[in-house]
C-alpha cells in the first residue's frame, strides 16, 4: 500500500449547508472516500457528482473511520447527534469531528455523551465564508485529545489554511469560536453605524471605508464586510442574520454562565432583533448597515 492509500480516510460529513458542502468536497479533492447525509437529501447531489457515496440515513454515515458534521444551531446538533441514536450506531474509537458553532453548555454535554460510548470527539468550529471553505482556507479552532487530533489532522487540513489548538476541552474552541464572532458582529455594527454618520454629511460609505480599510483598519474582517457594506451587497448571503443573532445570542449565555458582563452584545441583539423584525431574514448580517441608516433616517433626507 502506498502512503497515499495509507492516508486516506473513511469519513462521513453530516451537514451539507454552503459551509459543510464545500468543506466536504474539499475532503474529496484530499484523496478520502467521503460518505455524506443532510436531512434535505437534494444537497447531497452535487457532493455525488464529485464521487462522495450517499447515505440514505445518518446512521451509515458513521461507519467510517471519522464523522465530521456542520449542523446550523444547538437544536439541530442535538437532534441528529445526540437524540437520533446515532452515536450509538457508532463503533468505539471512532473519532466525531463537529465543525458546528454551538453553546457552551451543549459542547460540554456532546463530548460527555461520546466519552460515556468509548467515542473519540474533536470540538473543530471555523472562521471563514464559504468562499474560504471551498478554497480549503478557514481557520479551525481545534480542542480535543492531541492523539485523537494528531490522528484526524490530515482530514483538517484539507480544509484548513491553519488549526489553531485550543486545549483538550470541547467547549474552550466552543468560547473561543463564540467570542470571535461576537468581535466580527461589533466591527460590522461600528462600520454600520460610522458609515450612517458619514453619509448623514454626504461622505459615502464606500468613499469612508475605503479610508478606513487602507488605513486604520486594514484587516480581513473590516476589508470583506466594509466591501459588502460599501456596495450593498447583502444577497446571496454568506452568513445570514438570524445566524448572527444566534451568536451573540450564545455569546451572552456564555457570558451570564460565567457572570462576566457583555454589555454590547446586548446593543448587537437588539439591532439585530430590529433588522429581522424588519423582514431582513435572508440578508448578510452586514445588513446591519440597514438598521443603522434607517435609523437615521437618511433615506428621507434626501
Known amino acids: 500500500m502506498t502512503n497515499d492509500e495509507d492516508a486516506c480516510m473513511k469519513v462521513g460529513f453530516i451537514g451539507l449547508g454552503a ?14 472516500t467521503v460518505t455524506v447525509w443532510n436531512r434535505s437529501e437534494a444537497a447531497a447531489a452535487p457532493l ?6 450517499l447515505a440514505r440515513t445518518a446512521d451509515r454515515v458513521a461507519q467510517g473511520d471519522v464523522l465530521c458534521s456542520m449542523l446550523a444551531n444547538d437544536q439541530a446538533v442535538r437532534e441528529v ?56 482556507k478557514l481557520n479551525m479552532l481545534v480542542a480535543g485529545k492531541l492523539a485523537v ?12 489554511v491553519k488549526l489553531w489548538p485550543m486545549g483538550e476541552q470541547a467547549e474552550r474552541a466552543s468560547v473561543a469560536k463564540i467570542a470571535g464572532n461576537f468581535m466580527l458582529a461589533a466591527a460590522i455594527e461600528s462600520m454600520a453605524e460610522a458609515t450612517a454618520l ?3 454629511y454626504g461622505v459615502s460609505a464606500a468613499d469612508f471605508l475605503d479610508v478606513m480599510t487602507s488605513t486604520l483598519f486594514a484587516s480581513p474582517a473590516y476589508q470583506g464586510y466594509g466591501k459588502l457594506i460599501a456596495e450593498e451587497r447583502f444577497k446571496p448571503a454568506g452568513f445570514t442574520l438570524p445566524l448572527g443573532l444566534k451568536d451573540v445570542e450564545l455569546a451572552l449565555t456564555a457570558g451570564g454562565t460565567a457572570r462576566v458582563p457583555l454589555p454590547f ?29 434607517r435609523r437615521a433616517h437618511l433615506d428621507e433626507r434626501k
Request: proline share 3%; no cysteine.
Open 19 to 32: 459551509m459543510g458542502s464545500a468543506m466536504a468536497s474539499n475532503l474529496l479533492a484530499a484523496g478520502h
Open 48 to 53: 455525488v457528482s464529485l464521487g462522495a457515496k
Open 81 to 136: 447527534i445526540l437524540d437520533s441514536g446515532l452515536l450509538d450506531a457508532m463503533d468505539p474509537g471512532t473519532v466525531h469531528v463537529n465543525h458546528a458553532t454551538i453553546s457552551v453548555a451543549l459542547a460540554k454535554e456532546v463530548a460527555e455523551e461520546h466519552a460515556k460510548r468509548g467515542l473519540e470527539y474533536v470540538s473543530a468550529p471555523v472562521f471563514g465564508r464559504p468562499d474560504a471553505a471551498a478554497a480549503a
Open 149 to 160: 487530533v494528531e490522528r484526524v489532522r490530515p482530514l483538517l487540513e484539507a480544509m484548513a
Open 198 to 200: 458619514t453619509r448623514a
Open 265 to 293: 452584545a446586548g446593543v448587537l441583539r437588539d439591532s439585530l432583533l430590529e433588522a429581522l423584525a424588519g423582514g431582513d431574514a435572508e440578508l448578510d448580517w452586514s445588513a446591519l448597515a440597514q438598521v443603522a441608516a
